[in-house]
């Protein structure tokens, strides 16, 4: 099959999104078929990558998004896609995307839409309240009507479509690189320069963004410093509140450095760590806190979050602010260092990349034998 896939929002810098469309990419490719990826950019470009061939067209940058870009000419890109001639068509973004869905249709063509964000999580983490939920109940209620199958990561990403009894949604967790992301990634130079031996190093490792809440990662190394314990906290990445971030971090044990692009550099980093921090209300699956717990780091999540289903007992989900966190990391600073690392290790290997593409195969399989009916789910 040739399987064309569209994606705004990615860029070099993007993080778990890039990740799985590569990942996948690569899978389809080792299982025989065709990959394409098509994604906004600066400027046009194609090239051939192991996850397929990658086609940029110009894309509209997103005001305060710290240079993400949206695709929006249609005509442009329903030629391209008429060009392309997929076989199926995977669209990772519900809303400006959303009218691919009828082009496929009317070309008798499968569409599976991959549900990345919580829509009902970004309009409260908006504000929207109860206008939010009619929104997010509008919005997934023609997302589902429109794609002949919807793909979430998690049970939690699926609530907000299971509420509106869709009989087209199909759950696939996303997986890890389980070689590339191993406990024998710990590095002890790189130890030595982030913090001093009686130092636990604790790591957030995301997009500074709101809804990302990275400062929540800065005030649990204050309830931590407050306990008395010594510590020290890296911030790996970039976005619109990196400096807003520094200010509020100033006169703490906080080293920032850039988005770590260097995959090979990102592991030994969350190998290195004694605990990890993955502080986001609305993450509907996580990637970064998977490759920790791969790396034998513990993770401390949102309890609100789709992260409670990945790390399972390999970490503490914890209800509130910094604080909160704050007293998730003591918590599992307490345990024995060999065997939360071993139930860190244990848990990212339920999660293999294999398993993964075999789950996305079958929604296009599945997407391709569902008869195009514009009635389902009472459209």
């Known amino acids: 099959m040739r399987i064309v896939r569209l994606a705004n929002f990615v860029m070099p810098r993007s993080g778990g999104l890039r990740t799985a469309l590569q990942a996948l990419g690569e899978g389809y490719r080792a299982a025989g078929h065709d990959p394409v990826l098509v994604i906004p950019g600066e400027r046009a470009g194609e090239q051939d990558?192991?996850?397929?061939?990658?086609i940029t067209v110009r894309g509209v940058a997103v005001p305060g998004t710290g240079g993400y870009r949206v695709i929006l000419g249609q005509r442009r890109l329903a030629d391209?896609?008429?060009?392309?001639?997929?076989?199926?068509?995977?669209?990772?973004?519900?809303?400006?995307?959303?009218?691919?869905?009828?082009?496929?249709?009317?070309?008798?063509?499968?569409?599976?839409?991959?549900?990345?964000?919580?829509?009902?999580?970004?309009?409260?983490?908006?504000?929207?309240?109860r206008i939010g939920r009619w929104l997010t109940d509008r919005l997934n209620r023609r997302s589902a009507d429109q794609y002949d199958?919807?793909?979430?990561?998690?049970?939690?990403?699926?609530?907000?479509?299971?509420?509106?009894?869709?009989?087209?949604?199909?759950e696939v967790a996303l997986g890890v690189?389980?070689?590339?992301?191993?406990?024998?990634?710990?590095?002890?130079?790189?130890?030595?320069?982030?913090?001093?031996?009686?130092?636990?190093?604790?790591?957030?490792?995301?997009?500074?963004?709101?809804?990302?809440?990275?400062?929540?990662?800065?005030?649990?190394?204050?309830?931590?410093?407050?306990?008395?314990?010594?510590?020290?906290?890296?911030?790996?990445?970039?976005?619109?509140?990196?400096?807003?971030?520094?200010?509020?971090?100033?006169?703490?044990p906080v080293q920032f450095v850039d988005f770590v692009a260097d995959r090979t550099s990102l592991a030994a980093l969350l190998a290195t760590a004694d605990v990890v921090l993955a502080p986001g209300p609305i993450e509907t699956f996580g990637l970064a806190a998977l490759e920790a717990l791969a790396c034998g780091t513990p993770?401390?999540?949102?309890?609100?979050?789709?992260l409670p289903e990945v790390i399972g007992d390999a970490g503490a989900a914890v209800v509130g602010e910094g604080p909160a966190f704050g007293a998730g990391v003591?918590?599992?600073?307490?345990?024995?260092?060999?065997?939360?690392?071993a139930a860190a290790r244990a848990r990212a290997e339920k999660f293999?990349?294999?398993?993964?593409?075999?789950?996305?195969?079958?929604?296009?399989?599945?997407?391709?034998?569902?008869?195009l009916d514009a009635d389902r789910n009472g459209a």
């Open 352 to 371: 293999g990349w294999s398993e993964a593409v075999g789950g996305f195969l079958a929604a296009h399989a599945l997407a391709a034998a569902c008869p």
């Open 49 to 54: 990558t192991p996850y397929g061939k990658v």
């Open 149 to 170: 199958v919807v793909v979430c990561t998690t049970n939690w990403a699926g609530a907000e479509f299971r509420r509106l009894d869709v009989t087209n949604l199909v």
């Open 330 to 341: 003591l918590e599992v600073l307490r345990r024995g260092e060999a065997s939360r690392r």
């Open 80 to 129: 391209l896609l008429d060009r392309l001639a997929p076989d199926c068509l995977e669209v990772s973004d519900r809303f400006t995307l959303r009218w691919t869905a009828r082009w496929a249709r009317e070309r008798g063509i499968g569409s599976v839409m991959v549900s990345h964000e919580s829509l009902a999580g970004l309009l409260g983490v908006a504000g929207a309240g």
């Open 299 to 306: 993770v401390v999540v949102d309890a609100r979050s789709a």
């Open 177 to 252: 690189d389980l070689d590339l992301f191993h406990p024998h990634r710990h590095d002890p130079l790189l130890r030595a320069r982030l913090a001093r031996p009686d130092q636990a190093l604790i790591v957030h490792c995301g997009r500074l963004s709101p809804e990302k809440r990275p400062g929540r990662s800065v005030e649990a190394l204050r309830t931590i410093l407050a306990d008395g314990v010594h510590a020290v906290l890296v911030v790996a990445g970039d976005g619109p509140l990196r400096g807003r971030l520094r200010r509020r971090a100033a006169g703490l």
